[in-house]
Every structure is written in structure tokens, then in C-alpha cells.
């Protein structure tokens, strides 16, 4: 299973930081993704992270503002987003596949949590 958290209103240009908790599984051998899914818009991925957390994937259109990490101690995978635009608002989910490859492809993901909702205001 797989919680998200921490969406929320914030002012374009502000940050929020995502929490993904993971129970029921061994969440240190899993590759972590997320994805975001905005109003009319198909699910589209944002960033992956590998099961060591050493290495990370970008969209393009968050390279530079967003970065994953993961503590796998608790079982959680983070999203730090700073300057936040409008265009990122979404619902944001999480998403666990056992291969690090072929990362953008949401079919290709296991299991997902519920999703968390992220509004950037102009």
C-alpha cells in the first residue's frame, strides 16, 4: 500500500515537499515513481528514483526545480518541488515498479497510492 501526503494551495514560485509511505512490502527492492495528472491532461511522469535512491530521473519539465529522494529506513519516498508554477498543478501519485527501466511508462508500474492534490496559484 501507498500513501501520499503533503499537496496543498501554494503561491507560484513557493514549494511543497510530497511523502509517499510504502507498508506491506519490501520497499527497498523497488524503483519509486511520480507522476502527476492535471485537470484534462493525461498522467504524465515527473521523476523516478532508484531502490539504492542512487540515482534519479527527470521529466524535463521539472529538471532543475524538483528532486526525489527516498529514506528507505521509512519506507518513503519524498518530492521536493520549489519553484512551483501554475502549470504543475495536478494530482500527484506515487508509483512502485521492481526494474528500474522504462520509468515514464505508468502501465509498466505495479502499484500506485491514492494521489494528492497540488494547486499553484498565479
Known amino acids: 500500500q501507498l500513501q501520499a501526503s503533503g499537496g496543498g494551495l501554494v503561491q507560484a514560485g513557493g514549494s511543497l515537499r510530497l511523502s509517499c509511505a510504502a507498508s506491506?512490502?519490501?520497499?527497498?527492492?523497488?524503483?519509486m515513481g511520480w507522476f502527476r495528472q492535471g485537470p484534462g491532461n493525461t498522467r504524465e511522469f515527473v521523476a523516478a528514483?532508484?531502490?539504492?535512491?542512487?540515482?534519479?530521473y527527470y521529466a524535463d519539465s521539472v529538471k532543475g526545480r524538483f528532486t526525489i529522494s527516498r529514506d528507505n529506513a521509512k519506507n518513503t519516498v519524498y518530492l521536493q518541488m520549489n519553484s512551483l508554477k501554475p502549470e504543475d498543478t495536478a494530482v500527484y501519485y506515487c508509483?512502485?515498479?521492481?526494474?528500474?527501466?522504462?520509468?515514464?511508462?505508468?502501465?509498466?508500474?505495479?502499484?500506485w497510492g491514492q494521489g494528492t492534490q497540488v494547486t499553484v496559484s498565479s
Open positions: 508509483a512502485i515498479k521492481r526494474r528500474y527501466t522504462a520509468l515514464t511508462e505508468s502501465p509498466l508500474y505495479d502499484y
Open positions: 506491506g512490502l519490501t520497499f527497498s527492492s523497488y524503483a
Open positions: 528514483i532508484s531502490w539504492s535512491g542512487g540515482s534519479q
